[in-house]
């Protein structure tokens, strides 16, 4: 069964740094991409990040883009996303999610979310 | 960007109902439009990818329909499991961009 396990969301101070971890098992993630997806507190879904299966293309929303780097470790089935210059904006449950195929494709499935508090 | 807009945003039905969902891109996608179910506190679920594939697992009540600009997501006859928020998501063009939202509620 596919499983996805974000880690490292927390409450961190405007202008402050934090990386989230998503650990992948149950398929084979180096030839999987894949995308962080955020959600703010009552809002909807905004796509932040994407990558593809070597990490050699990323892709990224212009909220977060300079700020926010995507990335992976196949050798230990891992995501990560990196996100520095943490502004209020980026108060949300951040998801990730295996995507079907290229990079741009649907997302399925989704881990359970890590949530990231930026607060002074 | 290619902006999604769903209609409506909420809507009431009574278990048994059919009920539509559409959403209407700025431009054409084709068919790269995906739906989502998302239940309070949990993570999405994709229920149709390609605009009318039907995930393996999902009931076949839904079903999805349009290409180009506008699409509609049916529930045949509402479940009470049905009962959540649905998003409709385009993969034609990066910045990926999600619909609004659209909340079914019990009346």
């Known amino acids: 069964e596919v499983h996805l396990l974000e880690s490292g969301g927390d409450l961190v101070q405007p202008g402050g740094s934090l990386r989230l971890s998503c650990a992948a098992s149950g398929f084979t993630f180096s030839i999987c991409a894949m995308t962080w997806v955020r959600q703010a507190p009552g809002k909807g879904l905004e796509w932040v990040s994407s990558i593809d299966t070597t990490g050699g293309g990323t892709y990224y929303a212009d909220s977060v883009k300079g700020r926010f780097t995507i990335s992976r470790d196949n050798s230990k089935n891992t995501l990560y996303l990196q996100m520095n210059s943490l502004r209020a904006e980026d108060t949300a449950v951040y998801y990730c999610?295996?995507?079907?195929?290229?990079?741009?494709?649907?997302?399925?499935?989704w881990g359970q979310g890590s949530l990231v508090t930026v607060s002074s | 960007d290619i902006q999604m807009t769903q209609s409506p945003s909420s809507v009431s039905a009574s278990v048994g109902d059919r009920v539509t969902i559409t959403c209407r891109a700025s431009q054409g996608i084709s068919s790269w439009l995906a739906w989502y179910q998302q239940k309070p506190g949990k993570a999405p679920k994709l229920l149709i990818s390609t605009a009318s594939s039907l995930q393996s697992g999902v009931p076949s009540r839904f079903s999805g329909s349009g290409s180009g600009t506008d699409f509609t997501l049916t529930i045949s006859s509402l479940q009470p499991e049905d009962f959540a928020t649905y998003y409709c998501?385009?993969?034609?063009?990066?910045?990926?961009?999600f619909g609004q939202g659209t909340r079914l509620e019990i009346k």
């Open positions: 998501q385009q993969a034609n063009s990066f910045p990926i961009t």
């Open positions: 999610a295996k995507i079907n195929t290229q990079p741009r494709d649907w997302f399925d499935p």
